[in-house]
């Protein structure tokens, strides 16, 4: 090899590190810190900047898909309760077993509106982090470090574009960790008792990682007894909890539901590594100082091996959760400790380029310019220079109304105050699958804004994880392609379906030549302005054609007879946990939502039997079915407690 060779091997393997070094730690944002933080809380305020509250729709489209869900969830707390009975969704489903779903969370969301509920959250994670950073490092150096880890690409991202409900409480976990590890256990366990009322989702990923290295801790310093004592409020909660939840059908589908693709590679990925080795840093930099070596040792086991198996073997909760995780219990360790390498491998950890592209591929892009170092090392600089300069460039999107697509919506007619009428959507696969819809963002949006004009989407994404049979047998073969247009029609009939959204040629033409549907609205993306496509992830080319059961409408209430929500078609509504049917003696009706046992039916002084129907042979879901004693109302009631003690018989 010429001594040229060689030269020009050293500066492609020096402008390689340069630039991953760069690449992984964005550090010249920690400069603007202060700038982005204010600049979120803008972004975070409500009718900020220039976009009033009841216009917001999301601030990306990877938020937009779920924002819309997590409303629907707040405003189903305050209609049914927390142990009530959501009709409008996956074909009927309890909120009693869905214990992450917490009341205090979204009782809270739906009083303040998305953004100031968001804003609330993210103003008291940096008060939080300035009261533990002030408390180890005076109160200056405090204050400066929480604007610069609540002013960082990872924060600023969990708190806008990934902003789950629960992400606020994790403010109380830094503070919560600091309490245990100063001795302070019983104040320590009542700040987690605190976060498992407000949050089991929140609560979980930081308990499972921290929790058995602060238990051992706190039993080799002689604290365990007062740790017991503040952490009894959130162990009944949780107990409390777990009994609406283990009885129930949720935790086999969960554990179905919830194991990773086996197409995942088992080895980990350079930022997963990175992840835990920011976290093994500051772990163990705080235990150098404050001597917690056994506590640390098993805090660091308990957040490597979950880590690990959650991103390649079994799903236990999304990367931002995790990041929430480590970047709050970290904090925790060093702000005990005083550390100030462990704040520093926070801020790498904070700091790093994936959370400020969004993207992995970005990154890969950027790498991939290396083979060339010449001209490599300007594009990767000029590119990670252009991302900081923007930072953060997240801004809140207004919600779509343009005429098209509010024409579009408008065909799928309501049915009337207090009753439903259903659609189906053509379906190519499981949700995870490439072509399952032209978008999920659109989806998520259409089925919360059509809900709460009582228009129900009997196939969305509840309904085949709660009837995984029904899934996989009709749900995700609805199209021209997998099913009959025979087949079609007895889905849809046996769904209680009156309206059908395609989004292909062939379902279209099947439905309507073979399966009794006529075409009543089409929806021309190319038609949509730019800016509503992007924000729902729509192509620029397509169409969806929205379709109708072209059947004769029955009387007394001009209803289809074979797909409507109850059948035959009579006067019936529902409020709450009830669903009151103006019935005649002798008559029976066919209720078109999924069992449960905590149903009881009453006619005046009259127990009516609930019986069980199967629409499918090929599928697990049971409808329910009352015969009429008299003439009158016949009322059909959910109660919580007496489907608790059907399911122990």
């Given at each position: ?8 091997g050293?500066?492609?393997w ?7 070094a ?6 010249p ?18 009718s ?26 707040a ?8 142990l009530?009975?959501?009709w ?8 009693g ?8 969370t ?14 609330a ?6 008060v ?13 150096a ?6 610069a ?11 806008t574009?990934?902003g789950?409900?629960?992400i606020?409480?994790y403010a109380l976990?830094?503070?919560s960790?600091m ?8 104040a ?12 089991l ?8 990682i ?31 909890r ?20 086996s ?9 997963d ?23 640390t040792a ?11 198996l959650?991103?390649?073997?079994f ?7 995790f ?14 400790a005083?550390?100030?390498l462990?704040v520093?491998?926070?801020f ?23 083979q ?7 594009v990767v ?11 953060p ?9 343009s ?16 009753r ?11 949700p995870?699958?490439v ?5 999920r ?9 059509l ?30 392609r ?11 009939e046996?769904?209680g379906?009156r ?7 062939e379902?279209?033409?099947a ?24 924000i ?19 009387e007394?209430l ?13 006067v ?5 946990n ?5 019935a ?21 002084t009259?127990a009516?039997?609930?019986e ?18 008299a ?14 003690f059907?399911?122990?018989?």
């Open positions: 090899m010429t001594k040229s060779e060689g030269t020009s050293w500066r492609a020096l402008w390689a590190g340069a630039s991953l760069i690449g992984i730690v964005v550090w944002l920690v400069f603007k810190s202060p700038w982005s933080w204010w600049r979120t809380v803008a972004i975070l305020r409500p900020g900047p220039g976009l009033a509250d009841p216009d917001f729709l999301a601030f990306h489209p990877i938020d937009a898909a779920a924002r819309g869900w997590y409303r629907k969830l405003r189903d707390m305050a209609g049914v309760g927390p009530g009975y959501v409008d969704d996956g074909l009927g489903i309890a909120l077993p869905r214990i992450f779903n917490n009341t205090v979204y009782r809270l969301l739906g009083l303040l509106g998305d953004r100031a509920y968001l804003l959250g993210y103003l008291a994670f940096t939080v982090l300035a009261g533990c950073g002030g408390v180890a490092f005076g109160p200056l405090g204050i400066l470090i929480a604007l880890l609540a002013g960082s690409p990872l924060v600023t991202r969990i708190f574009v990934m789950k409900p629960e606020i409480w976990v830094p503070l960790v309490l245990l590890l100063d001795g302070n256990a019983a320590g366990g009542l700040v987690w008792s605190a976060l498992v009322l407000a949050n989702g929140a609560a979980a990923t930081p308990t499972l921290a929790g058995p290295g602060l238990l051992l801790d706190a039993v080799l310093c002689g604290n365990f007894l007062p740790l017991l004592a503040g952490a009894t409020p959130g162990l009944a909660v949780t107990a409390w777990m009994v609406r939840f283990l009885p129930s059908e949720v935790p086999g589908l969960l554990v179905k539901g919830q194991r990773s693709s197409r995942v590679p088992p080895w980990p990925a350079w930022d590594v990175f992840q835990a080795a920011m976290l093994l840093t500051a772990l163990f930099a705080a235990a150098s100082v404050n001597g917690r070596w056994a506590a098993v805090v660091a086991i308990s957040a490597t091996l979950l880590f690990y959650n991103r390649r073997f799903y236990f909760n999304d990367m931002q959760s990041e929430a995780a480590f970047l709050t219990v970290g904090f925790g360790f060093a702000a005990s005083a550390s100030s462990a520093a491998a926070l790498a950890f904070a700091y790093r380029l994936l959370p400020l592209t969004g993207a992995r591929s970005a990154l890969e892009e950027r790498l991939y310019y290396l060339s170092p010449e001209a490599g090392w300007r600089l000029k590119s990670l220079w252009n991302l900081i300069r923007r930072f460039s997240t801004a809140p999107q207004s919600e779509p109304r005429s098209e697509l509010q024409a579009f919506l408008a065909g799928l007619e309501p049915a009337g105050i207090g439903a009428v259903r659609y189906l959507e053509e379906c190519s696969g499981p995870q699958d072509g399952y819809y032209p978008s963002s659109f989806q998520m949006w259409m089925g919360e804004k809900a709460a004009r009582g228009v129900e989407n009997a196939g969305g994404e509840l309904t085949p994880y709660f009837e995984p049979a029904l899934g996989a047998a009709f749900l995700h073969r609805f199209n021209a997998d099913t009959s247009a025979a087949g079609m029609r007895n889905l849809c046996g769904l379906c309206y059908v959204i395609a989004h292909t040629a379902t279209t033409a439905l309507i030549d073979g399966a009794g549907f006529e075409l009543i609205r089409t929806l021309e993306f190319a038609s949509m302005p730019p800016e509503e496509r992007r729902l992830a729509l192509p620029a080319t397509g169409r969806l054609n929205l379709l109708r059961h072209s059947e004769p409408l029955a007394p001009a209803e289809p007879l074979s797909t409507s929500v109850v059948v035959p078609p009579c019936w509504s529902r409020h709450r009830c669903l009151t049917i103006e005649r003696a002798g008559s029976e009706y066919l209720i078109r939502y999924r069992y449960d046992p905590a149903f009881q039916a009453r006619q005046g009259h009516v039997p609930v069980t129907v199967r629409p499918f042979a090929d599928a697990g879901l049971r409808f329910m079915r009352v015969r009429a004693v003439d009158g109302p016949l009322v059909l009631r959910y109660r919580w407690l007496s489907g608790f059907s399911r122990r018989r």
